[in-house]
């Protein structure tokens, strides 16, 4: 079994659970969360042991519900993982005439279910769909050196391992679009704008949705929409001066003692030059974030470093100059 080529496509569904099989692997831009790295999914039965008052062991093993789940890590070449995690996209109004298209995206109270279309090209080819996909996490992660990557946990309904779901194409071509970088980007927090002396940021979006059973079948038979959670991220930087150090270490303390109200919070906002028309540019905003610790780390021969934790309420929307239109992209 020689696999050459992998991918994995996501679709939103009309109706949770119904299934639906990607539009064209050749210009489904809109239909893969990036660059993929890796892709892995699991099948899992709940068991349970019988064990009678006669017997020191079990008699027999029970089992009911069988649970999808799975994970995609990717490098970020646009925004399209923030739809299925936050839940909602909108087209700019009136719909624009030509690319570059705006998404924008934002949390909704409802997930968006889709399928996620796993496949592989070789002298054995591989195909598996799961159907009725919310997703649960995801991450973001900016470093030195690296193009910014991303890891999408979704949960499922069901799956498909017949090799039928769907005819896989001979070759997988992917749109050209550039990975993200972090030197493309600025990074403001609050009032303090162009931090240029980040040199390394996270978050991760957490949402408690999840798939349910009744007694009658092993299939998952509803959905539970669940609660965003607070976001959760760190950012780490090196400090050249007093008065930027200064600055920086009171957004932990609120002022310049540690007795001061802490009452601030601020926005994260993270552009790649974003501009309406100027294809391919993206923002994300981080609704205000409280800047829970700093570690501020002084090694000999060495710079001084900074690293803080913080936790924010939301992130309350992504903006995307996209070569493709929403209803082309299915969402």
Known sequence: MVFSQHEAFIKKESTWGTGVD?????????????????????????????????????????????????????????????????????????????????????????????????????????????????????????????????????????????????????????????????????????????????????????????????LTAREASHQFAGKFEAISGSFSAWIADSATANEIEQLVLGGTSINETLTQTNDIVIDAGYTDTKADTWKITIDDALIQSVDATFPLDTKHEYKFNFSAVKVSEVLWESPVTVAAGAW
């Open 22 to 214: 990607p539009t064209s692997t050749t210009t489904a831009l809109a239909e893969v969360l990036g660059a993929t790295t890796n892709i892995d999914y699991r099948i899992e039965n709940t068991v349970g042991a019988v064990n009678p008052a006669s017997s020191a062991y079990p008699t027999e093993i029970s089992y009911h519900e069988a649970k999808v789940s799975g994970s995609i890590d990717f490098m970020f070449i646009n925004a399209m993982p923030f739809v299925p995690m936050l839940g909602t996209v909108t087209a700019a109004e009136p719909v624009e005439g030509q690319a570059p298209y705006t998404w924008t995206i934002t949390p909704s109270a409802t997930p968006a279910p889709f399928t996620t279309t796993i496949i592989a090209n070789g002298t054995n080819d591989k195909c598996r769909q799961i159907s009725g996909c919310l997703a649960q996490s995801l991450s973001f992660s900016m470093k030195l050196g690296e193009p910014i990557t991303g890891k999408l946990d979704f949960v499922g309904k069901g799956i498909d391992i017949k090799e039928d779901a769907y005819t896989l194409p001979t070759t997988i071509t992917l749109d050209d679009a550039k990975v993200w970088n972090p030197k493309d980007t600025t990074i403001s927090i609050g009032a303090v704008s162009n931090c240029a002396y980040i040199t390394s940021l996270d978050f991760t979006i957490s949402r408690t949705a999840d798939v349910g059973f009744n």
